[in-house]
């Protein structure tokens, strides 16, 4: 067993489980992961601890590394490609996803530290075959073209909406900037969510 | 990034206790500390998570307001008390980095981010700052970004928080734990200038953790604001920035503080511009004086000389707008 | 016919890429796939002497560390691989983030950070890294792609001694990168002696060549798949090393691979507009029309290459100008290969364009009267006439929408609140390529079309139009059309760079569903069940996927019952060989200067552009809006800055190198089209603009500048501290 830091105090649900890791073709020495109090992660170096997430309403466990961050535990780990790595250093928000409702850049969390967290990526925002609102505002005014920044800028047009930073175009621009478009549809971006916010609040 | 252990804590005692061993980080947001490991600019053995700890609210009290180191910076600007007392902070936070870092990176961290100094964060490249007495490529290199105040034969890097000028502008006071105890650290001593160790940024021991910032009520808070020009519209660190606070009796300075971003390899409190300042009407010619007295010292580099003029006039916009 | 061909048709890709379905090459599921990361020199200029692999190796779940020993020897390929080294063959190292190793582990973190415990020690020379520390002069490359460096026409040094007006002056411009917002990225899986790679790729087929020629592989043995690119600029059209190093990784490992740049490694892993010096001599009578130009360019080049890729197109043949000497010079630098990036003119034009702006202030001309009394009606290499140039209507609709006759004619002139008010203009124009396309259109006996063809969307929209051209030539619902592209096993398609998509497909496109639409009608009046048996096939209409008869209306038949009848789907091919040609366009802006600290916002935008026919107006909308973003970009803020003592870049992200954000982008722009067929076009009447509408920014924007504050500024990007 690894060091026990963690779990030191009493556990009322253990969230994490033990786990060995053994990965194809690579030797890999078997990897421990320490139980701790509800909502509450550690791991030694090297090893890997099972995180617990709900993502888009669905509970999904996960075991990562502490070093690995919540982008690369839902592209590569999880299966949800549609969230985007533009730079990984959260200077262009293609990764941009809600967490507990907020908008956050997902490539500068680590995915341990969102223990018990809700979730929510592109995949998760359309009810069946019906689209969000601002999936539909984004094609009504073409507001994307190589679509390699389109989820975050889609999720993070949801959190702008939803925090009431949608008020004037003005606004938009300025709410919308921390999501770098290169194909540079701004305009039609801010229409999209211009439009979807006059939707949401009538 | 290297491999490192990592546990979530719940206790500040706990997150002293453990933060205090050396190769330990503290994460709170992670905004920056994630691109530094990225990087391998700091390559911690173990991270302590604190964003369990109870360090997230905002409260006003009668000596002033008082916000927890694990506040997010949305919050804070966002805070009621804030905007009617303390403009300045909200303006500064809403200018920083963008609506996502904003809901993820708290205010202790935010006080500790590093520089942006492209030499910095290249691992690549030598960086006194980074790897001691390998030398300071920025001083014959690319300077447009660097200090042209504070600097030293090791090191011109700017600090790049906007929030951190707008406290110096309020006289803050940032409250730390340690294993040796909780210790107070007004903000002006909080940062060193890089001297022969540009390593060493401001006075934290290993394993001390913001718990709090403390700023003051004073007449001059309510009349304060915050600057900031860059070079695009928005999304990026300061070119340079200005944060004022002034209490006027008539057009009669009777008290200021000015701080600036941009310009300084701290952030940048000028005593003598406010002192040219103090007493006196905001004459548009007070505050060209004032503007001179800020810059006396300058040691502009090749590529930023520029902004000894432009923090000059950002004062004069700055200040003129407080009259 | 429905006519949806030029209609403001919504992207038939929008749902797929509004939910994350839209699989892009980084995103597909390959089992079994070791990532790789590469190992980049830090020195400009030298020789790898030592790689310690030994402490990556130790990091768990690394499985190799491959250097240049361990790779097989490779074939550089020719163009459009525009490198002429290919890197880890060797230990000569020849700029920075050149790759001298390749980590292959589990999982991507394992990678990273084994990549980061290669030790690697280079005997190390000081290198030139900009054109003001060149080691050598200047000189005259040979001519790139049979295009010569030197461009003479008349004689220029006579005509600009006896011009009446002369104007003289020097432009630049700085190193600009794509950065597109997916980075580059390769997944290879080999299967024996047949590759598949996964790859954000701007030309399927282009890069199975490079793969092919570096591998010796007959082409059809290497699979090129790019269902969806996350932007390209022109940084994904030339093969790369890092896909031919995954490649060749994977071969070693016998595993497939998955490799993906990062966004400091793209600073030196596939291109960049290359540094820019112009040195522009014009001569003009009185009444302003050219009678000479001399300019003189100097470009970077690398150790290794001397290609030139930001030509003086427009200086060469935009305006009538009977004298003319061109020289496209370079200079050796210890830097990364440049290529073409959107749009490789722009450099050059700037200066044109800016001179003449400085020439109608200068004789007191309207820079607008100026440029249609040089109107070129004749092309002015060939001699033969312009038949189908629509520029003077461009300029008299937008000058007219955008109000250019109210100007005032002096610099300073209106000032609103902290700002000076400006208005500028330019002529745009870009040089566009059309390559070969062969395309295949399938009715199923489910009644719907499959599209097929090795082209690619780099989001201008090519799966939409696809689908409008086989939706109108076959009478289908669009829902009942789906085009496949960016395979490069599909029916071989041209490259999607040089604004070259539409004019290379909508041809084939076009005449494969008519040739399939004839084919169903052909079943129909052969059938004796179907109502049309007999009827003539010309007097057969197809529309809303129905098989009408036109004089006898009660008699109709559906593709469905016609192709179901026949029991198998019906298959036409075809090839249209194509040309490239010239697209222009205008553009006018408002500009506006603060007064106190030289910032400059554009607010105010109208462009009109004549691209032949418009084959979506949203989809062409969407391109100006991205070329007049980039335009500001180009002129305001983007710079990549080179460490001159290192060639380091030092700003190697999206923070400190700047691109316009959402709050940057003019909040009004106004886009006319003239819309009328060209009818040389083989593309259906259209021509190819995605480049067009960047142009003539800069030059607008300096022009703007100098008519609100009086200063000409040159040298771009022009920041704050230019306006003090």
Known sequence: MAESTGAARPTRRTVLKTAAVTAGGAALAPRTAVAAGAGEVAAGPGETAVVTLSVNGKRRAVEVEPRVTLLDALRERLGLTGTKKGCDRGECGACTVLVDGERVKSCLTLAVMRQGSEITTIEGLAQGERLHPVQEAFIRHDAFQCGGCTSGQIMSAVACIDEGHAGSDQEIREWMSGNLCRCACYQNIVAAVADAAKGARS | ?323 | MTELVGRSVARVDGRAKVTGAAIYAADQPVPDALHGVLVMSTVARGEVLRIDASAALAHPGVVAVLTHRDLPKLVVPHFPYVKRFIPMQGTAVHHVGQPVAIVLATTLEQAQEGAALVSVDYRAEKPSVVIDDAREPAFLPQPFRDRPNEIRRGDAASALREAPVRLEARYSSATRHHNPIEPHTTTARWDGDRVTLFESAQGVLVTRTVVATAFGLPPESVRVVAPYLGGGFGAKGPGWPHTLLTAAAARVARRPVRLVLSRAQMYTSAGHRAEYRQHLRIGATREGRLTAIAETSTAQLTATEDSVFNRSDSTIGLYTCPNLHVRHEGVRLDVASSSYMRSPETTSHFGLETALDELSWQLSIDPLELRRRNHAEFNQETGERLTSKRLLECYAMAAERFGWARRQPRTGATKDGDEYVGWGMATETHTFAAMPSTASVTVGVDGKALAQLATQDIGTGTYTVVTQIVADALGLPLRDVQAQIGDSALPPAGLSAASATIPSISGSVDQAARAARDAVVALAVADRHSPLFGAAPAEIETRDGRLVHLRDRHRHDTYRAVVGRAGEPVRRTATVLNQGGHTYGVVFLEARVHARFGSVRVTRVVTAHDLGRVMNRRTARGQVLGGVTWGIGHALMEHTVFDRNTGRVVNPNLSTYLVPVNADAPPEVETLFVDKPDPASTAMGARGFGETPITGVPAAIGNAIYHATGRRLRDLPITQDKLL
């Open chain 2, 1 to 323: 990034m290297k491999s490192f252990g990592y546990t979530a804590v719940r206790d500040p005692g706990e997150a002293v206790r453990l933060g205090g061993r050396p190769g330990t980080a503290f994460i709170a947001g992670g905004t920056d500390l994630l691109n530094l490991m990225k990087d391998g600019v700091t390559r911690p053995d173990r991270l302590v998570d604190v964003n369990g700890l109870e360090l997230a609210w905002v409260t006003e009290t009668a000596s002033g307001l008082r916000i927890g180191g694990l506040a997010r910076m949305r919050a804070v600007a966002g805070h009621g008390s804030v905007r009617r007392g303390w403009p300045v902070l909200a303006e500064a936070l809403l200018a920083s980095a963008s609506p996502q870092v904003r809901n993820m990176a708290s205010i202790g961290g935010n006080l500790l981010q590093r520089t942006r100094c492209g030499y910095f964060r290249d691992s690549g490249s030598p960086c006194n700052k980074r790897v001691p007495g390998s030398g300071c490529p920025a001083i014959d290199g690319w300077s447009r970004g660097h200090a042209v105040l504070g600097g030293s034969d090791a090191c011109i890097a700017t600090h790049p928080s906007d929030l951190a000028v707008a406290m110096v502008a309020l006289d803050a006071v940032v409250l730390v734990r340690g294993s040796g105890g909780e210790r107070r650290i007004p903000i002006g001593e909080f940062y060193l200038r890089p001297g022969t160790t540009p390593h060493v940024e401001n006075v934290l021991r290993q394993g001390e953790l913001i718990t709090a910032v403390e700023v003051p009520r004073t007449g001059m808070a309510r009349r304060s604001r915050y600057l900031k020009l860059r070079d695009r519209a928005t999304f990026e660190f300061a070119v340079v920035s200005v944060a004022a606070a002034v209490e006027l009796n008539e057009r009669r300075v009777r008290d200021v503080r000015l701080a600036f971003g941009g310009i300084g390899t701290t952030p940048w409190r000028s005593p003598e511009a406010e002192e040219v300042l103090r007493g006196k009407d905001l004459t548009a010619d007070t505050i060209a004086r004032a503007g001179r007295a800020l810059v006396r010292d300058a040691k502009p580099r090749h590529d930023n000389e520029f902004k000894v003029d432009l923090v000059q006039r950002a004062l004069a916009e700055l200040l003129e707008g407080l009259r």
